[in-house]
């Protein structure tokens, strides 16, 4: 089946250094993948909508500035969180759709992001 | 109101129960459902579609009604694995496929 691939799974950083997430789809081309970030015990926040070749799409009240996402390609798209702060650690999950009938959503592994 | 809107639970049942969960959506043009279950600490993973006539795969039935704008997943004889959240996933609107998550349902089977 579809598979995405997400990395890294976990990483630790500074205060005030920057940190990039890549999603990849294995086995698919994805036009559209999500950005969501989930913090203990909550739901998942959608964060952006990445599109392929154009800008990101991002939801009210996430700073396009700091979480930058590119979606260079049709399977992959990257997140980086500039200038991270310990408020930003989080879960960090992306998925993408299969698009066309029966269409499906698969998420990556997600990453474990702690900034110190 | 939210877009989609799960009871958070838990719901505590023993091995072998039959449980039921609703999830409540509020944007009437949506197309796709899903259900989609989510472990501690790991990413969502698809458990199942939902479509219009309801389908079953195994001990899980999944249904939609369209009219009161709900979707529900049922669970027949427990097991201590099916511990887990549960999500319920709505396309946002039909052909954009920007899918909503409900909060969660959080499922405990116990002995």
């Known amino acids: 089946g579809a598979v995405v691939s997400q990395h890294p799974s976990r990483v630790i950083c500074k205060s005030g250094t920057s940190v990039k997430i890549e999603c990849r789809s294995l086995d698919f081309q994805a036009t559209t993948m999500f950005w969501y970030r989930q913090f203990p015990k909550q739901s998942l926040m959608l964060m952006a909508t990445s599109n392929e070749g154009s800008k990101a799409t991002y939801e009210q009240g996430v700073e396009k500035d700091k979480f930058l996402i590119n979606h260079a390609s049709l399977t992959l798209s990257t997140l980086t969180v500039t200038s991270a702060h310990p408020e930003d650690s989080s879960f960090y999950i992306c998925?993408?759709?299969?698009?066309?009938?029966?269409?499906?959503?698969?998420f990556g592994e997600g990453s474990w992001l702690t900034v110190v | 109101r939210k877009e989609v809107e799960q009871d958070p639970g838990p719901f505590n049942v023993p091995e072998g129960a039959t449980v039921a969960f609703n999830c409540t959506y509020s944007?009437?043009?949506?197309?796709?459902f899903f259900w989609y279950r989510q472990d501690c600490r790991k990413e969502p993973k698809l458990l199942m579609s939902v479509y219009s006539s309801g389908n079953e795969d195994g001990r899980f039935t999944a249904q939609l009604n369209r009219a009161s704008q709900y979707i529900s997943l049922l669970i027949r004889d427990s097991k201590l694995s099916d511990s887990a959240t549960y999500l319920c996933v709505v396309n946002r609107t039909g052909g954009s496929y920007i899918p909503t998550f409900g909060r969660g349902t959080s499922l405990i089977v116990h002995p």
């Open positions: 998925s993408a759709q299969t698009g066309g009938e029966g269409n499906t959503i698969y």
């Open positions: 944007n009437s043009a949506s197309q796709s």
